[in-house]
């Protein structure tokens, strides 16, 4: 989507690896979010950043961290994967209140 | 808590015929609601919104939606349905006081020729 880069598109990592799922915003909006997608299980939400240099847990923190140094960029890091942590991950960001959340295009994260 | 439920893993419908897929939701103060689409191997797409106002809402594509307070529902609807309509679909909430956007576990949507 216009406006909302996440990189990598895909990956595979070994078991207890580490890596960074990067996204960045040309928006200027103010909250931002990482979910997970799996089969089943709709979107879960994994953190979420309301404003630059706040974070806040979602439904399912464990085994993640994230970072907001700016406005436009946050990121979601592994510090040591795992197979459980396979999926497909989604960056969304939303301005004010009323408004629709805009998403990115994912990535796709095996885990061996 | 928020939570929001989708009670339908599936939604076979033939194509002309009106289609409903449900939502619920629970949050502890106004709701913010939402309808994506979501098509093989893609990001979400908006579909429609209630923020305030008119309980039905009118989207994209010829979607509505439906908000019920009393029964803390938001179920999408359709007219009339075609094949392309075909898709996975998520109802989200947002609890007004807080920026916390909850998604429900999707609902696929099956339309038969």
């Known amino acids: 989507n216009a406006g909302v880069t996440q990189t990598p598109k895909f990956q595979v990592l070994k078991t207890g690896q580490s890596m960074t799922l990067q996204c960045a915003q040309d928006m200027n909006h103010n909250s931002m979010y990482w979910y997970r997608q799996d089969p089943g299980m709709g979107l879960r939400l994994i953190y979420y950043s309301a404003s630059e240099g706040t974070t806040d847990k979602g439904e399912v923190p464990n085994g993640y961290n994230v970072s907001r140094l700016n406005k436009r960029e946050f990121s979601l890091r592994l510090e040591s994967a795992a197979p459980s942590q396979t999926s497909v991950y989604f960056c969304a960001l939303l301005g004010t209140p009323n408004t629709e959340a805009f998403f990115g295009q994912g990535t796709r994260l095996t885990v061996v | 808590a928020q939570s929001v439920a989708q009670p339908e893993d599936q939604v076979n419908v033939a194509e002309g015929n009106p289609l409903t897929v449900k939502c619920t939701y629970s949050?502890?103060?106004?709701?913010?609601l939402f309808w994506y689409v979501q098509y093989p191997n893609r990001g979400l797409q908006f579909l429609l919104k209630y923020i305030t106002g008119d309980n039905l809402v009118k989207g994209s594509y010829g979607f509505e939606a439906e908000f019920n307070k009393s029964q803390t529902s938001f179920h999408l609807k359709k007219p009339s349905a075609l094949v392309s309509d075909s898709a996975l679909y998520f109802c989200a909430v947002r609890d007004a006081g807080t920026d916390k956007l909850i998604f429900g576990t999707g609902t696929r949507l099956q339309v038969f020729p």
């Open positions: 949050v502890s103060g106004n709701p913010y």
